[in-house]
């Protein structure tokens, strides 16, 4: 298909940005922890997209596609960890996050992209025979702190 070619290639694409990325950050900025998470979220994208279009089973391929939206909305995560600790000018940030994003939206648009929870809990019947959201809470002692405060 030519929108999973698309959405492969972007990924790859993708996948080196990161890998440049992470090679900046340890090179120049000696940053090596939040970079080895991001390195690892961003190039898992493009692998768990490649195994999407590899596997002949449509339910597995909606799980690795869930798998790579999640690990393209980690790596913004990472990406807004080191601008925010100042590893990386924002510039940049907003280049290779905007990429994240769209490389997100993508798979999630894909067909066979498995719903949200609350939107297949949405097309449930009103008879289901799920507890109910509105439980009431179980009665708990509350901790008296003034109590253990004074002498």
């Known amino acids: 298909m030519v929108s999973e070619s698309l959405a492969s290639e ?9 890998v ?5 950050l340890g090179n120049e900025k000696k940053e090596f922890t939040l970079s080895q998470k991001l390195l690892n979220s961003g190039t898992r994208i493009g ?6 279009e590899s596997t002949p089973s449509e339910i597995e391929s909606a799980t690795l596609l869930s798998l790579a939206h999640k690990y393209a909305v980690e790596t913004q995560y990472w990406l807004r960890l080191l601008k925010d600790t100042g590893y990386l000018a924002p510039e ?11 490389l ?6 894909k067909p066979g992209f498995p719903p949200k929870i609350d939107e297949g809990l949405s097309l449930m019947a009103p008879d ?4 109910s959201p509105n439980l009431p ?3 708990l002692p509350s901790p008296n ?7």
Do not use: M
Not at 10 to 18: D, P, T
Not at 104 to 109: E, G, V
Not at 128 to 131: A, M, N, Y
Not at 145 to 151: E, K, M, N, R
């Open 10 to 18: 972007r990924a790859y694409q993708f996948a080196l940005q990161i």
């Open 20 to 24: 440049y990325l992470y090679k900046y």
């Open 47 to 52: 692998a768990e997209v490649a195994s999407a």
């Open 92 to 102: 940049l940030f907003n280049s290779i996050s905007t990429e994240a994003e769209a």
């Open 104 to 109: 997100a939206q993508l798979l999630r648009s």
């Open 128 to 131: 289901s025979d799920l507890p």
């Open 137 to 139: 809470s179980p009665n």
């Open 145 to 151: 702190l003034q109590s253990d405060l004074t002498p």
